[in-house]
């Protein structure tokens, strides 16, 4: 893996984390970490949907409109979310630009802020004007270090890697397993490329990728409030564009995999497959409501093939379709067809890490995926002491 060219990043401990939970924010040592550039990006966001968003999103979201979608810093801390921090939330994230401002001689406008973690606690200002002026001095490109910083209770860093003929890269780092459900993308992802790639498509064409991939992923069905997935550009390298936003589509999907295969105390990935179907939004909404179908969950964890569950969470989508019609296949064995079980091998069902759910709705030519993990007591052991 290399890092696209125009892109310098960094990770650093700023002791953020004092206390117990350290059990479960098993990242690296890091809590902070930063992507800069000699010269401005050129951005496309997506921002959490939650009208409990957190100070960081509104100040990211607000940069991007003064300065027309451009960058040159982006700054992410763990361990607090700064959400729930009211005025007080939204004057540390102006002290952080204005050190970050003064440390690496850009205008605060041109810089964005992330923040994820534990919601209510204000974040430690001390640290942030103690650590800022040592990680802006020292940017040592490791990108492993920098996957691992922006982790909290993920078990393993989420990194994606491409490189076109033409020299030009994708390195893309995502963070998330839990508090994970599908209304823009319940994470952090940072994707970094060198294309030269049209800036007025940028946002356009980045939504319809999220809502294909990141915007699918479901681990407990529910949504953050920091929510953020960003695609900086620092336009160096030509490159064949259609190609581009193809390969940017699939990097994006396996990232979401691997959100919804780390997701707090999951044992199996699940993916989801609608097919068939009159559209794609009638499909996409059957994935997703199959996905985040807590009974189907349990399920799939305790190796139960229920399918009963699958088609009850089908039928509550609210998307219209005829049940004497669909084919139900589990892990490639069809086991449900016109209006009726078919016997199959209960053996051979959910047993591998990679559980493989598809319909076949029989009404059309559209199709949708979706990617989740089964529901653990693991799950709730972790969110039963997050904060204590």
Same mark, same amino acid.
């Given at each position: 893996?290399?890092?696209?060219?125009?892109?310098?990043?960094?990770?650093?401990?700023?002791?953020?984390?004092?206390?117990?939970?350290?059990?479960?924010?098993?990242?690296?040592?890091?809590?902070?970490?930063? $992507?800069?550039? @000699?010269?401005?990006?050129?951005?496309?966001?997506?921002?959490?949907?939650?009208?409990?968003?957190?100070?960081?999103?509104?100040?990211?979201?607000?940069?991007?409109? =003064?300065?027309?979608?451009?960058?040159?810093?982006?700054?992410?801390?763990?361990?607090?979310?700064?959400?729930?921090?009211?005025?007080?939330?939204?004057?540390?994230?102006?002290?952080?630009?204005?050190?970050?401002?003064?440390?690496?001689?850009?205008?605060?406008?041109?810089?964005? /802020?992330?923040?994820?973690?534990?919601?209510?606690?204000?974040?430690?200002?001390? +640290?942030?004007?103690?650590?800022?002026?040592?990680?802006?001095?020292?940017?040592?490109?490791?990108?492993?270090?920098?996957?691992?910083?922006?982790?909290?209770?993920?078990?393993?860093?989420? $990194?994606?890697?491409?490189?076109?003929?033409?020299?030009?890269?994708? /390195?893309?780092?995502?963070?998330?397993?839990?508090?994970?459900?599908?209304?823009?993308?319940?994470?952090?992802?940072?994707?970094?490329?060198?294309?030269?790639?049209?800036?007025? +498509?940028?946002?356009?064409?980045?939504?319809?990728? =999220?809502?294909?991939? /990141?915007?699918?992923?479901?681990?407990?069905?529910?949504?953050?409030?920091?929510?953020?997935?960003?695609?900086?550009?620092?336009?160096?390298?030509?490159?064949?564009?259609?190609?581009?936003?193809?390969?940017?589509?699939?990097?994006?999907?396996?990232?979401?995999?691997?959100?919804?295969? !780390?997701?707090?105390?999951?044992?199996?990935?699940?993916?989801?497959?609608?097919?068939?179907?009159?559209?794609?939004?009638?499909?996409? &909404?059957?994935?997703?409501?199959?996905?985040?179908?807590?009974?189907?969950?349990?399920?799939?964890?305790?190796? !139960?093939?229920?399918?009963?569950? =699958?088609?009850?969470?089908?039928?509550?989508?609210?998307?219209?379709?005829?049940?004497?019609?669909? &084919?139900?296949?589990?892990?490639?064995?069809?086991?449900?067809?016109?209006?009726?079980? =078919?016997?199959? !091998?209960?053996?051979?069902?959910?047993?591998?890490? @990679?559980?493989?759910?598809? $319909?076949?709705?029989?009404?059309?030519?559209?199709?949708?995926?979706?990617?989740?993990?089964?529901?653990?007591? &693991?799950?709730?052991?972790?969110?039963?002491?997050?904060?204590?």
């Amino acid at each position: 893996m290399k890092i696209p060219s125009g892109f310098k990043i960094s990770s650093a401990n700023f002791g953020l984390d004092e206390s117990d939970n350290k059990n479960f924010f098993i990242g690296s040592e890091n809590d902070v970490a930063i $992507i800069f550039g @000699e010269d401005c990006f050129d951005v496309a966001a997506t921002f959490t949907q939650n009208y409990f968003a957190a100070p960081p999103v509104h100040f990211s979201k607000k940069n991007l409109k =003064i300065s027309n979608q451009k960058t040159r810093a982006v700054f992410i801390n763990t361990v607090f979310a700064n959400a729930g921090t009211g005025k007080i939330g939204e004057k540390s994230c102006q002290k952080i630009a204005d050190y970050l401002s003064q440390n690496l001689k850009i205008s605060n406008e041109k810089i964005l /802020l992330f923040s994820t973690g534990k919601i209510g606690t204000q974040l430690p200002m001390k +640290k942030f004007s103690d650590g800022i002026p040592k990680i802006c001095q020292n940017f040592d490109n490791n990108i492993n270090n920098f996957g691992r910083a922006i982790l909290t209770t993920d078990l393993v860093e989420k $990194i994606v890697f491409t490189e076109f003929s033409s020299g030009a890269k994708i /390195l893309g780092f995502s963070k998330g397993s839990g508090m994970i459900a599908p209304n823009m993308a319940t994470m952090l992802g940072f994707f970094l490329t060198d294309a030269k790639i049209d800036r007025n +498509k940028m946002t356009e064409n980045w939504k319809k990728i =999220i809502n294909k991939s /990141l915007n699918c992923v479901c681990v407990d069905n529910c949504e953050s409030t920091n929510d953020a997935a960003v695609l900086l550009s620092s336009q160096k390298i030509e490159v064949d564009e259609e190609v581009f936003w193809e390969n940017l589509e699939k990097l994006t999907i396996d990232s979401t995999k691997k959100i919804a295969a !780390d997701g707090e105390g999951a044992t199996k990935l699940i993916s989801v497959l609608v097919c068939g179907s009159d559209s794609e939004i009638s499909a996409q &909404k059957i994935a997703k409501k199959i996905i985040s179908y807590d009974l189907l969950k349990c399920a799939i964890y305790g190796q !139960d093939p229920n399918f009963g569950r =699958i088609l009850a969470a089908a039928g509550s989508a609210g998307v219209k379709f005829d049940p004497e019609k669909i &084919k139900l296949f589990l892990d490639g064995e069809k086991i449900f067809e016109n209006g009726l079980p =078919i016997q199959f !091998d209960h053996q051979k069902i959910f047993q591998n890490s @990679e559980v493989k759910i598809k $319909i076949d709705l029989c009404n059309g030519k559209y199709s949708a995926e979706s990617w989740g993990c089964d529901l653990t007591e &693991k799950y709730v052991q972790i969110n039963g002491k997050y904060s204590t």
